[in-house]
C-alpha cells in the first residue's frame, strides 16, 4: 500500500478533532487545496499571538497540508519551523494538558515520517516512528504514532486485540468515538453493509474508549460515560443492535485511533487485510468485503 495517498491524507485533514478558530479556518482552507490563505491566516495569527502553541499548531497544519498536496520542499520547511518551536516550547510546557501542544508534536512526527517513506525509505520512517513510540505516553500523539505504523506496517499482519472467538470469521472493526460525527455518519453505510453480509459470515465489531467527555458533566466518572456511550450507541447506531461495541482503550491505541472513524478488515486467518484511518464510501467499503470473503 503507498503511504501517501493524497486522498486519505486530504482526508484526514477534515477528521482531526478541531481546536481553535486559527486551526479550523486552516483546515478548510487546506482541505480546498488553498495552501495560501492557510498560511495567510496562521501568519496574522501569529502577528496577534506570538509564537504560542497554538501557532505551533497552526505550523503543523502547514506541514501536512504541504505535504497532502504534494509541496514536498514546502512541507519540509514547515516541518523545521515546527520541531524548532515545540522544542523550544516545551522547555516551559508539557504536552500533557495542552492540545496545541499535543498536534504540533504528533504532526511533527507524522509528517516526518511520511516524508521518509514517500521517499521510499520506508524501513527508516518505521524506525523513526518506533524510536519516537516510548517517549510520549499522552494519547492523542501515541495513537497518532501507532496510526503512521499502523499505515506502514498493518496489512498482512495478524490482528492485534482481537479475540480469539472472532477467529475463523471475516471481521469489520468499526472503531468510533461517541462524540464523533463523522462516526454517525458512517454508521448507517455500516449496518447497511453488516444487513447485506452478515448472513455470508462477516462479523462487524465496534470497540471504542472513554475520553472524559459528556455533555454537561466537567469531570466524568467512568461509569457516567459508559451510560453516555450506551445512549449514544442506542440512539445514533440502532442499525447495529447487536453488535459487539467493546469499551477497550488497548483497542483503539494498537489501531491508532487518532481518527475517527477508522476502518478494518480482517480476513479469517486473522490477518488484516485493509486499514483505514478515515470514512470511506458505500461502494469501496463493499467492494473490500467482498474481496475479503472471497479469500
Not at 192 to 215: H, N, S
Not at 256 to 280: A, W
Request: glycine residues 6%; proline residues 5%.
Amino acid at each position: 500500500m503507498s503511504f501517501c495517498k493524497s486522498r486519505y491524507v486530504l482526508a484526514a485533514l477534515m477528521l482531526a478533532p478541531a481546536s481553535a478558530s486559527v486551526v479550523s479556518d486552516m483546515r478548510l482552507k487546506l482541505s480546498a487545496g488553498d495552501r495560501s490563505s492557510a498560511e495567510a491566516i496562521a501568519e496574522d495569527y501569529r502577528s496577534a499571538n506570538g509564537a504560542n502553541p497554538e501557532y505551533a499548531a497552526a505550523l503543523s497544519w502547514l506541514a501536512r497540508g504541504a505535504l497532502a498536496l504534494g509541496r514536498t520542499e514546502d512541507a519540509a520547511r514547515y516541518l523545521g519551523e515546527t520541531k524548532e518551536l515545540t522544542a523550544e516550547l516545551l522547555k516551559t510546557k508539557s504536552v500533557d494538558d495542552d492540545r496545541f501542544m499535543q498536534a504540533a508534536v504528533g504532526a511533527s512526527i507524522e509528517v516526518e515520517a511520511r516524508m521518509l517513506a514517500a521517499r521510499g525509505h520506508r524501513d527508516q520512517a518505521v524506525a523513526f516512528l518506533e524510536s519516537e513510540l516510548p517517549h510520549w505516553k499522552t494519547w492523542w500523539i501515541a495513537s497518532r504514532i501507532h496510526k503512521n505504523l499502523d499505515l506502514l506496517t498493518l496489512e498482512g499482519r495478524p490482528a492485534p486485540e482481537l479475540e480469539t472467538r472472532y477467529r475463523g470469521s471475516p471481521v469489520l472493526l468499526f472503531l468510533w468515538a461517541h462524540w464523533c460525527g463523522d462516526c454517525k455518519a458512517q454508521g448507517p453505510v455500516i449496518a447497511r453493509l453488516r444487513e447485506r453480509y452478515e448472513p455470508r459470515g462477516l462479523v462487524v465489531v465496534a470497540p471504542t474508549r472513554r475520553y472524559g467527555d459528556v455533555p454537561k458533566i466537567e469531570h466524568p466518572t467512568a461509569g457516567q460515560e459508559d451510560q453516555e456511550i450506551e445512549r449514544v450507541w442506542k440512539e445514533s447506531y440502532a442499525g447495529l443492535a447487536g453488535a459487539p461495541h467493546p469499551v477497550s482503550e488497548a483497542m483503539m491505541l494498537s489501531y491508532g485511533v487518532s481518527s475517527t472513524p477508522t476502518l478494518v478488515l480482517i480476513d479469517r486467518q486473522g490477518v488484516v487485510r485493509m486499514y483505514r484511518p478515515t470514512r470511506m464510501t458505500e461502494a469501496e467499503l463493499a467492494r473490500r468485503i467482498e474481496a475479503l470473503l472471497a479469500r
